[in-house]
């Protein structure tokens, strides 16, 4: 089975983040925690709700470095909606901060997973150009991606973690580039299914819900 997907692109950290207040906005209630939040633009756009973003850099309401966390420095269930926006990738310890991000929640926890494929096959395909998160660079970066997948990986991921916890998928889709639609058709016909999505989507988005 694949996913739906639409087209849309964040030229700014800003679009991505109006993009998550209006598309999630049912599941954005009472309390949010906002897991890797950096300038955290989510605060100023999230009025009705009380907002705690977490990160080691830029502007959070808590300074907290994931790659040494263990345990998030909150109760069980503490917030209705857990959001993690491209940020489990850049983490060694992805799945014990995913644990985490289901364990403070008390609803509803939305995450996002990039296609590294995507950005990737085409610079193998022609033997030139570089990978801006797993390339080699001279001085060491800050930050990188420390997991190389595709979406079908991240949705197996997702199907399993879920599973695991007891939660459901209450939603899930890919972004891709906003294309015409008869490219992206026949695109589809050339290489059906999952084929398409690792190839062009760039982002898994999904929700993961607590039902008991």
Known sequence: MSLPSIGIAFPTRLSRSEFVSRRFAPYLRDTVLDVGCFEAPLRDLLKSV?????????????????????????????????????????????????????????????????????????????????????????????????????????????????AAAGLSLAERFVAEKPRAAPIRLWRRLLYPGWRYLNRYGRTLWAVLEKTG
Not at 56 to 83: H, W
Request: charge should be negative; aromatic fraction near 12%.
């Open 50 to 162: 009380k907002y705690t973003g977490v990160d080691f850099a830029g502007r959070p309401d808590i300074q907290l470095n994931l790659e040494t966390t263990t345990r998030l420095p909150f109760d069980d269930g503490a917030f209705t909606c857990v959001l993690c926006i491209d940020v489990l990738e850049h983490l060694d310890n992805l799945h014990a901060v995913f644990d985490e991000l289901v364990r403070v929640s008390g609803r509803y926890v939305i995450v996002s997973l990039p296609n590294c494929w995507c950005d990737a096959r085409r610079a193998i395909e022609r033997g030139k150009g570089q990978f801006a998160h797993y390339g080699l660079p001279a001085e060491r970066p800050p930050d990188r991606h420390k997991w190389f997948f595709n979406l079908d990986e991240a949705n197996r991921f997702l199907e399993a973690r879920a």
